[in-house]
């Protein structure tokens, strides 16, 4: 069997369920490389755990929406050249500094408690590539649907179920989804990386926006 480093707490490896495989999406990936030459990506610094606060600020019209929470960022391991990190969101969120209250707010509020804790994978151009819990996400909207349905009927709530169930088809849209979420995009869009200090670098980076909808 394989040998493994004396120093090896734990191995993260992929459920074998989990689509594409391991080896479609090894192709696809880079490997991190660690040192600190410009233009190269260095997460040595990244190690253990920080804690964030967020404060959004949205503005429909002549309104405007604050929305104030906290996220835990914290290193796991690097496991075949990438790096596993779990966000934690904080259970108290507040919407123009008060807490979720109203029936849209709370439903809101307990489904962001179905998505994490989340655990993304890194690639070496510091940009996140994939979430590794899809299985335990997926498991835990399914028993917190089963708790809002206890309390909340009615097309509002089938409406919201049905656009999480659609997010929740398989990990790619899972992914899609969660690629709109702004902290996670400034933490982890590829430019925190080690710049040469005698030469310019230019970079297109993609940064996600609200568009119009529909209201619930």
Known sequence: GP???????????KPVEKEPTEEEREQQRKYVVFNDAPGKLSLNHSHGEHTYGLLNTIESGKETYTLKYEIKVI???????????????????YIND????????????????????????????????????????????????????????????????SIHDKNLENSDTLLLSIHK????????????????????????????????GDSL
């Open 3 to 13: 040998n493994f480093p004396h120093h090896l707490q734990f191995l993260i490896k």
């Open 75 to 93: 290193w796991l391991t690097q496991n075949g050249g990438f790096h596993f990190y779990k966000i934690i969101r904080g259970k108290d969120v």
């Open 98 to 161: 008060t807490a979720a209250s109203t029936m849209a707010e709370e439903i809101a509020h307990q489904v962001a408690q179905a998505l994490y804790p989340l655990t993304i994978v890194v690639n070496e151009n510091g940009e996140w590539i994939d979430i590794y819990n899809f299985n335990e996400i997926k498991e835990r909207w399914s028993q917190i649907k089963k708790q809002i349905s206890k309390y909340y009927k009615g097309n509002f709530v089938e409406k919201y179920f």
């Open 181 to 212: 979420d702004w902290f996670l995009n400034a933490l982890f869009n590829g430019i925190h990386i080690q710049y040469p200090s005698t030469k310019s670098i230019n970079r297109k980076i993609k940064f996600p926006h609200i568009s119009k």
